[in-house]
């Protein structure tokens, strides 16, 4: 059965709030996000400081220069997606967007795999964000290097770099995990902060780069560092991991619907902007890394990426301090992404989808949220990082794979919801808690749609290929190499088992529930808007 829903225009404690229609769900979490931190919570997702710091040498080590070529292709693909995603966002904002989302658009067998899907990449983004602490804390100051000692080798790409990168982000998942715990207005003042702080990194750094030349922007037109053999168009192909990586998570603004202010209104457009400023930052960052490195081709910046530019060009000092922007972005990104896949798990949880899901559901009286959603997120980050201690390819694997799993999930959005959109010629209309209409690609629609569908398959292809050079850098594991498709399909296969047996046992309530069907709002109602 369905909870039961509040009163409309009452709260628990008796105040009257303007906030959505019901969706079908009693509101348990407590609505303590506003616009900023909803955008907060995407933008920290995406963290260009984090991800272009992290991938940044391995792009151009995959595709030269013109690899900068790919963030504005990958730009152009996402936004496709991301305007799909805020049609959906008015619509139906609930907790666990892309899990409610699929589940409305192609029933709830389809909705379950989605969202069962986005959860693993979920936690296994968690882990891979958590790595990142890898790429900067060590530039900062050498005791960070705590495996083999200061003088050790930090690059995640050695077997003392890599274990390494396990300790911090072992360390730094314990602390996001603690932040979570500690309740939604903690959560979202920590990533406003660092949001805050990472914008001015950004906007620092892109200047200070700018201003130290080595050479004009015209570096992007050829490959310069690319030292691979045979055609261009694979390494291309290949190094669009780096974009591919930084610009997801922007749907995480939807995964806090339940918990944001006026969300029909405000998260569409955190959604849209969380992608359009990280896509024109980002841009920028790497189009003034690559001007301002002091060589192409001595192999620095492909191990060091944009952490040695900092140091080498602007010493020791500018250059540390710039880094401790970018430890605190490495530390906001870690905690939105968990907080996301905490309240994915618990929005299937409390439809009796998942194992536990009486414990996994309940939100905590004290704090307003899911305490152990958050716990089993932290726990599995965690041993995702532990089970690869002494397996230093764990940063481009796991990277790419993550990656891949969530274009998946985005993929089990956008199909069905392009085939409601042909079979009902568009989406239910209504209006967001002002009055207004509903956000709408209008007549523009159906291509949209198409294309991010279009975009959305290639790309997932893309990520799984079977690369030696992202799977396997021992050039001669074969399960390695296959590691991608190989996960998935256990994934898969897991869930199919899990979800039969509970069918077959009569246990599992995938609920057809009135919130499945309910239409968005002709007017705008005041219901029950918890503090």
């Known amino acids: 059965m369905s909870r039961p829903e509040l009163v409309p225009g009452q709260s628990p404690d008796g105040g009257v709030m303007t906030s959505p229609a019901p969706v079908g769900y009693q509101q348990e979490l407590r609505r303590g996000v506003g616009s900023l931190a909803s955008f907060a919570a995407g933008f920290s ?34 936004l496709l997606v991301a305007l799909c995603f805020a049609e959906l966002a008015a619509r139906w904002p609930i907790s666990g967007a892309i899990y409610q989302w699929s589940s409305r658009l192609a029933g709830t067998t389809a909705g379950w795999f989605v969202g ?64 979570n715990i500690l309740g939604i207005r903690q959560m979202a003042a920590a990533t406003s902060i660092g949001v805050a702080i990472e914008i001015v990194g950004v906007i620092a750094l892109v200047l200070v780069l700018f ?20 055609g261009y168009i694979g390494a291309f192909l290949a190094s669009s991991l780096m974009a591919a990586y930084v610009m997801v998570g922007f749907d995480s603004a939807g995964e ?50 944009l952490s040695w530019v900092l140091t080498d060009r602007l010493g020791d000092v500018l250059g540390r301090l710039l880094l401790c922007c970018v430890a605190v972005a490495v530390f906001a990104c870690t905690l939105a992404v968990q907080t996301s896949g905490a309240r994915m798990i618990y929005s299937m949880a409390r439809e009796g989808a998942l194992p536990f899901h009486r414990h996994l559901a309940k939100v905590s009286d004290r704090t307003g949220t899911p305490i152990i959603t958050s716990v089993v997120v932290g726990v599995g980050a965690a041993i995702a ?28 959005v956008t199909l069905p919801q392009l085939v409601a959109r042909i079979r009902h010629r568009g989406l239910p209309e209504g209006v967001d808690e002002s009055g207004r209409p509903l956000f709408s690609l209008g007549r523009w629609g159906l291509l949209v749609n198409t294309l991010a569908v279009l975009y959305g398959a290639g790309m997932t292809v893309n990520l799984i290929w079977p690369r030696p050079e992202i799977y396997d850098l021992t050039e001669g594991t074969w399960w390695l190499r296959w590691s991608a498709l190989l996960f998935i399909g256990l994934t898969l296969a897991v869930g199919a088992a899990y979800f039969l047996a509970r069918r077959l046992h009569h246990r599992i309530e995938l609920r057809h529930v009135p919130h499945t069907h309910v239409e968005p709002p002709a007017q705008a109602e005041a219901v029950a808007e918890p503090a």
């Open 45 to 78: 997702f995406v963290s260009i400081l984090t991800t272009v710091f992290q991938l940044f040498g391995l792009g151009f080590a995959l595709g030269g220069a013109a690899f900068f070529w790919t963030w504005p292709l990958v730009f152009a693909g996402q």
């Open 116 to 179: 069962w899907t986005m959860i693993i990449g979920q936690i296994l983004t968690v882990a891979a964000a958590a790595i990142a602490a890898q790429a900067v804390l060590p530039g900062i100051w050498s005791g960070f290097q705590i495996v083999g000692g200061a003088g050790a080798d930090p690059s995640v790409g050695s077997p003392t770099g890599a274990q390494n990168a396990v300790l911090l982000g072992c360390v730094l998942l314990v602390i996001t995990t603690v932040v």
């Open 211 to 230: 201003f130290l030349p080595e050479r004009g922007p015209q570096v992007v037109t050829h490959h310069t560092g690319w030292e691979g053999n045979g």
């Open 256 to 305: 806090l619907a339940e918990e944001t202010h006026s969300p029909r209104r405000t998260t569409p457009r955190t959604i849209l902007r969380a992608l359009i400023i990280s896509g024109i930052g980002g841009a920028l960052l790497i189009l003034s890394g690559l001007m301002a490195a002091s060589s192409l081709t001595d192999g620095n910046l492909a191990t060091g990426g």
């Open 385 to 412: 990082l532990v089970v690869n201690l002494r397996q230093a390819a764990i940063f481009t694997a796991l990277a790419s794979l993550c990656i891949a799993m969530l274009y998946l999930a985005y993929l089990g």
